[in-house]
């Protein structure tokens, strides 16, 4: 036995790439997501005996007061106003598509918390699986990812040129971190993880497909429920589509269902998105979404009910010139019920505004 002990460590000092595989210790991804979410963790897991640096500490009292703050601030009121307003999004529904969504699962879940398929898309790269164990410095890494959610937990969205910047840095870059995170904190269980691409004709491949996206199965720990999240890196301009069509080709394979839009950079008020304008409407029975998705000039009476909730200022200085004057009229003349929680760039509450589109 001590000459096998000792043939195994000098062939492992003489072929040091091959060492680490010696040693299988690797997390599963629902170990991982709960350590980035700073979240306790199962004693025998490989990851325990990092949640005793301070690093990790320090990172997991930091989430734990954010995502308190949130709850109150945010999702408790969200969850009343679902309850009395809008109890038909509690109902399961089969795909809940959220264009332009980037690392947003937050927003998606709780609104449509029953969905059993969502889609997710944004031009943000995953990044490779994030492996703890091979962070070599925790407190630099962990505090990458606290900065890029920041935004999103303290206001409503996410702000792309900063999480760039911070997703750029060398450990724990891509939105995986940030969804994985999401996932574990929304009291998610994960149990699979595949990393593929969709082909030109939308089937998700492990390879070979010019769209590289994640498809992530997870149970919800409150109803046992199973359920999948899809994200996708792709462009969905017009022009994206046509030259890398297998993401809407994959989306109508899913049917109709919900579809969300929040914090969009009024994309679709560019000249240059009407494939997914046009798909939206043909894929769902219900459209949640505030000013910046969908003009609502595209909103056929005949064909939606519409209804209002908060205020409409106006976009914000950086999107001014896509003031609708008809939803103006609009809320004048409904007099909404006011919202409680904030909602995509006007994270003031008393600002926000957010509009169900329901077909006919």
Not at 75 to 87: D, G, R, S
Not at 243 to 272: D, H, I, W
Request: charged residues 20%; glycine residues 8%.
């Amino acid at each position: 036995m001590m000459g096998l002990v000792s043939a195994l460590s000098a062939y492992a000092q003489e072929n040091p790439e091959l060492a680490p595989r010696a040693m299988p210790v690797a997390a599963g991804p629902n170990d991982v997501a709960r350590f980035l979410a700073g979240m306790p963790i199962a004693p025998d897991s490989p990851l325990a005996p990092l949640t005793r640096e301070p690093a990790w500490q320090q990172h997991a009292a930091f989430f734990e007061e954010q995502f308190s703050k949130l709850t109150v601030r945010q999702l408790q009121k969200l969850h009343a106003w679902q309850e009395t307003y809008f109890p038909e999004s509690l109902q399961p529904v089969p795909v809940a598509f959220y264009m332009f969504s980037g690392p947003d699962f937050l927003y998606v879940d709780q609104f449509f918390p029953k969905a059993a398929v969502y889609v997710l898309c944004g031009k943000e790269g995953l990044g490779p699986p994030p492996d703890p164990l091979r962070i070599a410095n925790l407190s630099g890494a962990l505090g990458n990812l606290e900065n890029a959610m920041k935004s999103s937990l303290n206001t409503t969205y996410f702000i792309t040129k900063d999480m760039k910047i911070d997703l750029h840095e060398q450990n724990l870059n891509g939105v995986l971190p940030i969804l994985y995170a999401f996932i574990a904190r929304a009291d998610k269980s994960i149990t699979n993880v595949a990393f593929g691409s969709l082909n030109s004709s939308g089937a998700f491949e492990q390879k070979g497909g010019r769209i590289p996206g994640v498809r992530i199965n997870y149970t919800d720990n409150q109803s046992s429920n199973s359920q999948t999240m899809y994200y996708f890196t792709t462009d969905i301009s017009d022009g994206g589509i046509k030259a890398t069509p297998g993401f809407l080709k994959f989306c109508q394979r899913l049917g109709v269902g919900s579809s969300f839009l929040k914090s969009s950079s009024y994309l679709m008020f560019e000249n240059g998105f009407a494939t997914i304008r046009n798909f939206i409407f043909e894929h769902s029975n219900r459209i949640v979404q505030d000013d910046s998705g969908i003009p609502v000039a595209y909103l056929d009476a005949n064909k939606w009910n519409l209804r209002l909730f908060g205020a409409y200022l106006g976009p914000i200085d950086l999107f001014k010139q896509h003031y609708q004057p008809r939803l103006q009229e609009l809320f004048q003349q409904s007099n909404p019920t006011p919202l409680e929680f904030g909602f995509g760039y006007r994270w003031n509450y008393k600002e926000a505004n957010l509009m169900v589109a329901e077909r006919k």
